[in-house]
């Protein structure tokens, strides 16, 4: 009996043995593969941009980790002409790591500096309200043998306010039964694939974002006072929602970020939820005011 639980510890531990070693193969292979993938995309996209007369620059991707993979970069360029000589977005300190995954499903997580570079007259509301944090996590799950579920939140962070907003996606693609999960996202293209809005949801925190607004404006148009600035920033609220006369729920959601700027408010909850899934890339793509019209908006302020 001793002997008998001797052979079965040890052909256990030669199992354990052999299957670590084949997901450590199979993990090293993913790792190379994405590592691979992300310096071929990034070399893609600058050859999209070169067509458009501008310019992408970045340094190597590399990726390490065993279980959970991290791939890192230091910085990402973005320049308006093809000789790297006028900046125009930059992306530093660029970390995505793997969090999860299994046969059904994928969770990446991607975080980054970012800096705008061309500010010109608008310097100070760049200052304000563009964020200088990035955070997004991206959950890929299979749902049928050609399609899956992408769920997508970002947390972003500027000098005065901070952004958190979410996006629910429905992605068709006959590739994806052939090539598998990890094998699809190695191809950036949309060509053959559909992509659908099920649904998204945004939410601003102001932080002294109603005064720093007012400083802004202020010293952009000569010591303006406080009531000149309400005003202002009335009449711009109201020749916004004469653009969507056909949409209450955006003239609600354009009157809410005027109680942000105003400081009557300092939180903002947007849901939109589509009444049918909107498909983006299809040939048939809708209209502005159709996308709207497609979707329920409900806006909560605090």
């Not at 299979?142 to 992408?150: G, N, P, R, V, W």
């Not at 056909?246 to 959601?253: A, F, G, H, I």
Request: glycine share 6%; proline share 2%; net charge neutral.
């Amino acid at each position: 009996m001793k002997r008998i639980f001797v052979v079965g510890l040890l052909l256990g531990s030669f199992l354990i043995a052999v299957l670590g070693g084949f997901l450590a193969f199979h993990i090293h292979k993913i790792k190379g593969r994405i590592e691979t993938a992300l310096n071929q995309g990034l070399t893609n996209y600058d050859v999209i941009l070169h067509k458009e007369g501008m310019k992408l620059t970045f340094d190597p991707v590399a990726c390490d980790g065993f279980v959970f993979i991290r791939c890192r970069n230091q910085e990402v360029k973005l320049f308006a002409d093809q000789k790297g000589k006028d900046p125009l977005l930059s992306f530093t300190n660029l970390e995505l790591a793997v969090q999860d995954f299994d046969t059904q499903s994928i969770t990446v997580q991607f975080a980054s500096n970012f800096d705008f570079l061309q500010k010109g007259d608008l310097e100070g509301y760049f200052n304000v309200l563009m964020p200088k944090e990035i955070k997004i996590a991206m959950k890929f799950a299979l749902e049928t043998m050609d399609s899956f579920l992408l769920h997508t939140t970002f947390d972003l962070d500027a000098q005065n306010v901070t952004y958190h907003a979410s996006l629910d996606n429905k992605i068709i693609s006959k590739r994806l039964e052939d090539n598998g999960l990890v094998g699809y996202m190695e191809n950036p293209t949309f060509q053959d694939r559909a992509l659908y809005l099920l649904g998204a949801r945004l939410h601003l925190t102001g932080k002294d974002l109603s005064d720093q607004l007012y400083k802004v404006v202020r010293q952009q148009y000569g010591n303006l006072d406080k009531s000149n600035y309400q005003g202002l920033v009335a009449l711009m609220s109201t020749l916004s929602k004469t653009q969507f006369q056909y949409s209450k729920d955006l003239q609600v959601l354009i009157d809410g970020i005027a109680q942000l700027a105003l400081g009557k408010k300092e939180e903002m909850d947007v849901k939109f939820n589509a009444k049918d899934p909107i498909c983006f890339t299809c040939p048939s793509m809708p209209k502005t005011e159709e996308i709207v019209k497609g979707l329920d908006i409900v806006v909560g302020m605090r």
